[in-house]
């Protein structure tokens, strides 16, 4: 990828949804594929996108890329989901969230857009999710992603 560093800072969180009394409603499959168009409001200014990625405000991965608005991730994590209702897991109730900066060694990074995805037991294949800032409605890059969803049966 032209020389760029990419650098995985993975984590799991299994309890994300539920804690761990619950009982598993299934595994989150994810993809982060690529980014495109990622760059500050000045496009003279490299950018080091970092992606983090929130499961009901729980932050379960997170992935970076050095030197380039159109980064390749080519990431693929797992997520544990629980429920605390075996009748009616609620899997709409849950939402898994982008959070794109401007990655700085140094200093604070710099917010760059936000994204979500609600889940559901469709299948989502490299679907383009498009970064926002605030209540803005200009776009600030896409994500590309894929996200399936395995159920676990339940036994009583």
Same mark, same amino acid.
């Given at each position: 990828?032209? +020389?760029?560093?990419?650098?995985?800072?993975?984590?799991? !969180?299994? /309890? !994300?949804?539920?804690? *761990?009394?619950? #009982?598993?409603? +299934?595994?989150?499959?994810?993809?982060?594929?690529?980014?495109?168009?990622? !760059?500050?409001?000045? #496009?003279?200014?490299?950018? =080091?996108?970092?992606?983090?990625?929130?499961?009901?405000?729980? /932050?379960?991965? /997170?992935? @970076?890329?050095? *030197? &380039? @608005? =159109?980064?390749?991730?080519?990431?693929?994590?797992?997520?544990?989901?629980?429920? @605390?209702?075996? &009748?009616?897991?609620?899997? $709409?109730?849950?939402?898994?969230? %982008? =959070?794109? %900066?401007?990655? =700085?060694?140094?200093?604070?990074?710099? %917010?760059?857009?936000?994204?979500? $995805? &609600?889940?559901?037991?469709?299948?989502?294949?490299?679907?383009?999710?498009?970064?926002? *800032? +605030?209540?803005?409605?200009?776009?600030?890059?896409?994500?590309?992603?894929?996200?399936?969803? *395995?159920?676990?049966? %339940?036994? @009583?």
């Amino acid at each position: 990828q032209n +020389g760029s560093e990419v650098v995985h800072r993975p984590t799991f !969180a299994s /309890e !994300a949804s539920c804690n *761990k009394d619950c #009982p598993q409603l +299934g595994v989150l499959y994810v993809h982060l594929h690529r980014g495109v168009g990622i !760059a500050h409001e000045n #496009p003279v200014e490299d950018v =080091d996108p970092l992606v983090k990625i929130y499961l009901n405000e729980q /932050e379960v991965y /997170e992935s @970076k890329v050095s *030197k &380039t @608005k =159109d980064p390749i991730f080519d990431e693929r994590f797992q997520i544990l989901l629980r429920t @605390k209702d075996s &009748t009616y897991p609620e899997l $709409a109730n849950q939402t898994l969230r %982008f =959070d794109v %900066f401007d990655y =700085d060694k140094f200093t604070e990074n710099d %917010f760059m857009g936000q994204t979500s $995805a &609600t889940l559901s037991t469709d299948v989502v294949v490299n679907k383009a999710l498009y970064l926002r *800032k +605030g209540a803005s409605n200009v776009g600030h890059g896409t994500l590309y992603v894929s996200v399936v969803f *395995k159920p676990v049966p %339940f036994y @009583k």
